[in-house]
């Protein structure tokens, strides 16, 4: 996510609670080990900022279901951003990708998919870390508005909304509401940052 939202985030309606992202995590982590056939070779690495605490989440999830610890990494896109130059680059936290990924199958987490220019950003940057057997996208919640030919692998949850609304993944749960500009302002940006 990058640059923060300008304006205050009304929140309309709690669409999951923290039971209910606990068993999305649950079933999502279920979902990766079944599609992999296992967790040999299987990184985790989170979006900065929103799909670093989901990543942590599932590697959590995994251990307890396979008795496997799946290294997890962070990866911050905003100098791999398509819209440079558009809009002001502000870099979330730093990267951690500590191993080459060469041979891996990467798991991208991330708490919100929405356009899909963020995941288009994390597929460059993570070139710069070795090439990956396969990558694969794992996300919370799918609020569709695609930009790009990109879907997730595994989702949380499915919410259609409307492009002005905004998504927010919290540990309480997920909630959908408006952005209101703050007093004086105009042209604030809408919806979950792409």
Same mark, same amino acid.
């Given at each position: ?46 979006? %900065? ?7 942590? %989440? ?8 396979? *008795? ?93 909304? *409307? ?29 979950? %940052?792409?």
């Amino acid at each position: 996510m990058a640059p923060p939202l300008r304006g205050s985030f009304v929140p309309r309606a709690r669409v999951m609670d923290a039971d209910d992202v606990r068993r999305a995590v649950w079933r999502m982590a279920h979902e990766i080990i079944e599609a992999e056939k296992g967790l040999d070779g299987v990184v985790l690495i989170g979006l %900065q900022t929103g799909g670093v605490p989901l990543a942590n %989440q599932l590697a959590e999830a995994l251990k307890k279901i396979e *008795g496997t610890e799946v290294p997890v990494g962070t990866l911050d896109v905003a100098f791999y951003r398509d819209d440079i130059g558009l809009r002001p680059v502000v870099p979330e936290a730093p990267s951690h990708v500590p191993w080459d990924l060469t041979d891996k199958t990467v798991v991208l987490v991330d708490d919100v998919l929405y356009t899909g220019r963020t995941v288009r950003a994390a597929l460059n940057a993570l070139a710069d870390h070795g090439r990956a057997r396969a990558v694969r996208l794992a996300v919370m919640v799918d609020r569709g508005h695609r930009e790009l030919p990109i879907r997730p692998d595994v989702v949380g949850k499915n919410l259609p909304t *409307g492009s002005a609304e905004v998504v927010d993944v919290g540990p309480d749960g997920v909630t959908i509401g408006d952005l209101v500009p703050p007093t004086g302002a105009g042209g604030a940006r809408h919806g979950h %940052q792409p």
